[in-house]
């Protein structure tokens, strides 16, 4: 391992990203290719690093030169011999990688100028981006290890549970149960042996927060863990990863290793009577593991199915011994808390809800992203101030939080608070913290359909109402997705879904019904649409859409025809096309292609437009050439 | 339903692998995730004379590790293509088209999400989310990533197929 030189010794450091969002956008390509250029170039005091994820995905692959702090996007290789060039070598930035603001147009120069991250809050995504997830040294040289350290050296258990009980942190998996009272009752427990869980299964589609902090910095987890194991008096840990993060379980290993080699981890930690093993455990790809009782069945090496609780694992756990099961989030905030003080994280939210939470912004908004926000903020800000709104002039329709089993809120929620009592009581969830945007162009049907079809398949079939319940309901939704609703199937959707959530053992059933009954609460019309007038006012749902190739627009330049990935449009040289409606899948390639200037190409649902059944010559005068 | 295999592989075909992958463990009914993942990664699935072995190698019933990698999306009970696609379904690409794009991807290969194609050339898998939401909708063959895709696009990702049968 090469060791840490210190910034100083350098005149730029040039830290490319490398989570998986930058990955996939060649960045460990483009790390390889700086490095050879400074060499290239005999560039000294000079060093090419890499970080975990910057959260700003949308701008990826992402360079950040410090010590300016100066903020590249979209960096490809092609770029790197300009980087290294103008700016390492001449300290010329290379102006148009600069992020630019999608509401001014302004090109920004600095990281912390940029609204994306100045209105965040950055507790628990603290080091990421900023440290090499890779080596320890980067994370001491941030503080890390000081709060384990005064942990073990002035305070007792007891007062640890204190601490966490009074900064008021409850978990961020989902549930919002007090951590330092669950701490507690594993704490009192009776039993020879008590184990320490990490929930890393996350599972949520469109939530890559879990997997962002262990790619991005992986021991403030580790840290959080051995401090929680110390708390509640457990040798023994399991991280419980996704198979799905290879990259998150590699780096998670490494900082076990590196942690043990330290004596941060092992037999007595620092010098005290604490002993901590941690052990990885690697999910096989199902949803349900992300249920606590489910996560430590597969961990026993069972078939993942959920049981009732009591008894809680607390008392009886993994192996029935006491376990304590905490997320990714509530420990690498447990560090902070040690550090700074329970008075200090209490002092961040709202009355109820404690400290900062983290979303995975996506959709349809301009900024997607990693973000992390003080409890309490409006949903507006983190839409149109860090989000940057909706991309191309559309409309909000809704937001959806808390993950495939969380609800869609509408436009008049966007002044909600965020936190864990509002949420709920507007009929979705905190969750995991995946937040989707949706724009007009999103129906909301269909969006349910989406949800239900995931959570149906990732029922584990223990529970009736979970297992059939939610089959039915998406029967019923696919069917009014197909323009075969009846009158009374909004009814029967509302009475399914209460009654699965009622009946079902783990959260998993008693959420799935969640995006169905929210759409239904707040775009029953859109439901209506669908049944009544067999029409999707989205203009999403394939069967109830139609596109139309307009005759006194068409100029018969055939690129529709050409691109059209199911041969149904036919037409010729200065001929109107048509499209064959029976051949038709409705993919809307053909509306992407058309050259805006014509304009000839409509799709509308609920009603059909007269064109002609065959090729014609064409009438429309040709648009007069322009920009 | 999930089938077995019709491999004619024998207890002496499965036997050298399994030897080396049973060596790491003690024989714990707990290791069998562990140890279906490694038999897994070995022969690309788990044919059925190895689970049989595992079954043995751990002292529980050959039921429990059918019923254990059947619960389990990860494991696979049938050969898997040489290279495997990974369509996501993940939010962010549900509500920016992915649907379009498997669909044409399951036209183009003949194929439906979660078979492999007759040549053995592609087998197609949906994934909840592989957490490049900003490249959405997005996929994935073995280990390359592909962001902003279309139907159109979905040719070019697969080259010249009108050899395959």
Same mark, same amino acid.
């Given at each position: 391992?090469?060791?840490?030189?210190?910034?100083?010794?350098?005149?730029?450091?040039?830290?490319?990203?490398?989570?998986?969002?930058?990955?996939?956008?060649?960045?460990?390509?483009?790390?390889?290719?700086?490095?050879?250029?400074?060499?290239?170039?005999?560039?000294?005091?000079?060093?090419?690093? !890499?970080?975990?994820?910057?959260?700003?995905?949308?701008?990826?692959?992402?360079?950040?030169?410090?010590?300016?702090?100066?903020?590249?996007?979209?960096?490809?290789?092609?770029?790197?011999?300009?980087?290294?060039?103008?700016?390492?070598?001449?300290?010329?930035?290379?102006?148009?990688?600069? @992020?630019?603001?999608?509401?001014?147009?302004?090109?920004?120069? @600095?990281?912390?100028?940029?609204?994306?991250?100045?209105?965040? *809050?950055?507790?628990?995504?603290?080091?990421?981006?900023?440290?090499?997830?890779?080596?320890?040294?980067? @994370?001491?040289?941030?503080?890390?290890?000081?709060?384990?350290?005064?942990?073990?050296?002035?305070?007792?258990?007891?007062?640890?549970?204190?601490?966490?009980?009074?900064?008021?942190?409850?978990?961020?998996?989902?549930?919002? !149960?007090?951590?330092?009272?669950?701490?507690?009752?594993?704490?009192?427990?009776?039993?020879?042996?008590?184990?320490?869980?990490?929930?890393?299964?996350?599972?949520?589609?469109?939530?890559?927060?879990?997997?962002?902090?262990?790619?991005?910095?992986?021991?403030?987890?580790?840290?959080?863990?051995?401090?929680? %194991?110390?708390?509640?008096?457990?040798?023994?840990?399991?991280?419980?990863?996704?198979?799905?993060?290879?990259?998150?379980?590699?780096?998670?290993?490494?900082?076990?290793? *590196?942690?043990?080699?330290?004596? !941060?981890?092992?037999?007595?930690?620092?010098?005290?009577? !604490?002993?901590?093993?941690?052990?990885? =455990?690697?999910? %096989?790809?199902?949803?349900?593991?992300?249920?606590?009782?489910?996560?430590?069945?597969?961990?026993?090496?069972?078939?993942?199915?959920?049981?009732?609780?009591?008894?809680?694992?607390?008392?009886?756990?993994?192996?029935?011994?006491?376990?304590?099961?905490?997320?990714?989030?509530?420990?690498?905030?447990?560090?902070?808390?040690?550090?700074?003080?329970?008075?200090? @994280?209490?002092?961040?939210?709202?009355?109820?809800?404690?400290?900062?939470?983290?979303?995975?912004?996506?959709? =349809?908004?301009?900024?997607?992203?990693?973000?992390?926000?003080?409890?309490?903020?409006?949903?507006?800000?983190?839409?149109?101030?860090?989000?940057?709104?909706?991309?191309?002039? =559309?409309?909000?329709?809704?937001?959806?939080?808390?993950?495939?089993?969380?609800?869609?809120?509408?436009?008049?929620?966007?002044? *909600?608070?965020?936190?864990?009592?509002?949420?709920?009581?507007?009929?979705?969830?905190?969750?995991?913290?995946?937040?989707?945007?949706?724009?007009?162009?999103?129906?909301?049907?269909?969006?349910?359909?989406?949800?239900?079809?995931?959570?149906?398949?990732?029922?584990?079939?223990?529970?009736?109402?979970?297992?059939?319940?939610?089959?039915?309901?998406?029967?019923?939704?696919?069917?009014?997705?197909?323009?075969?609703?009846?009158?009374?199937?909004?009814?029967?959707?509302?009475?399914?879904?209460? *009654?699965?959530?009622?009946?079902?053992?783990?959260?998993?059933?008693?959420?799935?019904?969640?995006?169905?009954?929210?759409?239904?609460?707040?775009?029953?019309?859109?439901?209506?649409?669908?049944?009544?007038?067999?029409?999707?006012?989205?203009?999403?749902?394939?069967?109830?859409?139609?596109?139309?190739?307009?005759?006194? =627009?068409?100029?018969?330049?055939?690129?529709?025809?050409?691109?059209?990935?199911?041969?149904?449009?036919?037409?010729?040289?200065?001929?109107?096309?048509?499209?064959?409606?029976?051949?038709?899948?409705?993919?809307?390639?053909?509306?992407?292609?058309?050259?805006?200037?014509?304009? %000839?190409?409509?799709?509308?649902?609920?009603?059909?437009?007269?064109?002609?059944?065959?090729?014609?010559?064409?009438?429309?005068?040709?648009?007069?050439?322009?920009? | 339903?999930?089938?077995?295999?019709?491999?004619?592989?024998?207890?002496?075909?499965?036997?050298?692998?399994?030897?080396?992958?049973?060596?790491?463990?003690?024989?714990?009914?707990?290791?069998? +995730?562990?140890?279906?993942?490694?038999?897994?990664?070995?022969?690309?699935?788990?044919?059925?004379?190895?689970?049989?072995?595992?079954?043995?190698?751990?002292? +529980?019933?050959?039921?429990?590790?059918?019923?254990?990698?059947?619960?389990?999306?990860?494991?696979?009970?049938?050969?898997?293509?040489?290279?495997? +696609?990974?369509?996501?379904?993940?939010?962010?690409?549900?509500?920016?088209?992915?649907?379009?794009?498997?669909?044409?991807?399951?036209?183009?290969?003949?194929?439906?999400?979660?078979?492999?194609?007759?040549?053995?050339?592609?087998?197609?898998?949906?994934?909840?989310?592989?957490?490049?939401?900003?490249?959405?909708?997005?996929?994935? +063959?073995?280990?390359?990533?592909?962001?902003?895709?279309?139907?159109?696009?979905?040719?070019?990702?697969?080259?010249?197929?009108?050899?395959?049968?």
């Amino acid at each position: 391992m090469t060791e840490a030189k210190p910034v100083k010794d350098n005149k730029h450091t040039i830290y490319i990203c490398q989570g998986t969002g930058c990955v996939s956008g060649k960045s460990i390509e483009i790390t390889e290719a700086l490095s050879r250029a400074v060499t290239e170039m005999g560039l000294t005091g000079v060093k090419i690093d !890499f970080t975990g994820c910057h959260g700003f995905c949308e701008q990826g692959p992402i360079g950040i030169v410090e010590p300016e702090g100066i903020f590249y996007t979209h960096v490809a290789v092609a770029d790197v011999p300009e980087i290294v060039a103008s700016h390492l070598r001449d300290g010329k930035p290379v102006e148009r990688l600069y @992020y630019k603001d999608p509401v001014t147009g302004q090109a920004i120069m @600095y990281h912390k100028d940029i609204k994306f991250y100045s209105m965040q *809050q950055r507790i628990i995504l603290r080091n990421i981006g900023h440290i090499n997830p890779e080596r320890i040294e980067d @994370y001491i040289a941030t503080g890390g290890y000081e709060s384990l350290r005064k942990v073990l050296k002035g305070m007792t258990p007891e007062q640890v549970i204190d601490e966490l009980k009074r900064s008021g942190l409850r978990g961020r998996g989902g549930a919002g !149960f007090s951590t330092g009272t669950k701490w507690e009752f594993c704490h009192n427990a009776k039993g020879d042996q008590k184990y320490m869980i990490c929930n890393a299964d996350e599972g949520d589609p469109g939530a890559f927060m879990d997997r962002s902090t262990m790619e991005g910095d992986p021991l403030t987890v580790i840290e959080g863990m051995t401090i929680a %194991a110390y708390a509640i008096g457990a040798s023994e840990g399991y991280i419980y990863i996704r198979a799905e993060y290879p990259l998150a379980v590699k780096r998670v290993r490494l900082a076990l290793k *590196q942690a043990e080699a330290k004596g !941060f981890l092992g037999k007595n930690i620092m010098g005290s009577n !604490f002993s901590l093993n941690i052990h990885v =455990k690697e999910g %096989a790809g199902a949803f349900v593991c992300g249920e606590e009782t489910a996560l430590m069945a597969s961990i026993e090496g069972k078939r993942g199915m959920p049981r009732s609780r009591p008894p809680f694992p607390a008392t009886s756990g993994l192996w029935g011994k006491p376990t304590t099961i905490n997320n990714v989030k509530s420990l690498a905030t447990v560090p902070v808390i040690i550090a700074r003080g329970a008075d200090w @994280y209490a002092g961040i939210g709202t009355e109820k809800s404690k400290g900062t939470c983290v979303f995975a912004l996506t959709g =349809k908004i301009a900024n997607s992203g990693l973000i992390e926000v003080p409890m309490g903020i409006q949903l507006r800000k983190i839409i149109y101030e860090i989000g940057g709104g909706i991309p191309g002039d =559309k409309k909000f329709k809704a937001v959806q939080t808390g993950g495939p089993s969380g609800g869609c809120l509408p436009e008049n929620y966007l002044d *909600q608070s965020v936190d864990y009592e509002s949420l709920t009581a507007a009929g979705s969830m905190m969750g995991s913290g995946g937040m989707v945007v949706m724009d007009e162009e999103t129906c909301m049907v269909d969006v349910a359909r989406y949800f239900l079809s995931f959570t149906q398949a990732e029922s584990c079939g223990k529970c009736v109402p979970c297992r059939v319940g939610t089959k039915q309901m998406l029967d019923i939704l696919e069917r009014i997705c197909r323009g075969e609703g009846r009158p009374e199937d909004t009814d029967l959707l509302q009475k399914l879904g209460e *009654q699965i959530k009622a009946g079902s053992l783990c959260a998993l059933g008693q959420t799935a019904p969640n995006p169905v009954l929210t759409t239904l609460r707040y775009f029953r019309d859109e439901y209506k649409a669908h049944i009544e007038e067999k029409r999707c006012p989205a203009k999403v749902c394939p069967r109830l859409i139609s596109f139309y190739i307009l005759p006194d =627009k068409c100029q018969g330049c055939g690129i529709c025809a050409r691109e059209c990935p199911a041969v149904a449009i036919v037409g010729g040289k200065r001929m109107v096309h048509v499209i064959n409606q029976d051949k038709c899948v409705k993919c809307g390639t053909c509306l992407d292609v058309c050259p805006a200037r014509f304009g %000839a190409i409509v799709k509308v649902s609920g009603e059909t437009i007269d064109v002609p059944a065959e090729p014609i010559p064409i009438k429309a005068e040709k648009p007069k050439a322009s920009a | 339903m999930v089938t077995l295999a019709k491999d004619n592989l024998t207890k002496a075909d499965v036997q050298d692998k399994l030897k080396e992958i049973f060596s790491h463990y003690t024989g714990d009914r707990q290791e069998l +995730i562990p140890v279906l993942q490694e038999t897994q990664e070995k022969f690309r699935y788990l044919p059925a004379a190895a689970m049989r072995e595992i079954a043995r190698f751990l002292h +529980i019933p050959e039921s429990t590790v059918y019923g254990v990698s059947t619960f389990y999306a990860q494991f696979k009970l049938t050969p898997l293509g040489k290279k495997i +696609i990974r369509m996501c379904r993940g939010t962010a690409c549900h509500v920016r088209g992915a649907g379009k794009v498997l669909a044409e991807m399951e036209k183009q290969l003949g194929i439906k999400a979660g078979e492999t194609t007759n040549d053995m050339e592609y087998t197609l898998e949906t994934v909840a989310c592989i957490g490049a939401c900003a490249l959405a909708p997005t996929m994935t +063959i073995d280990n390359e990533t592909y962001g902003k895709m279309t139907p159109k696009k979905v040719a070019e990702v697969l080259g010249d197929r009108s050899k395959a049968s």
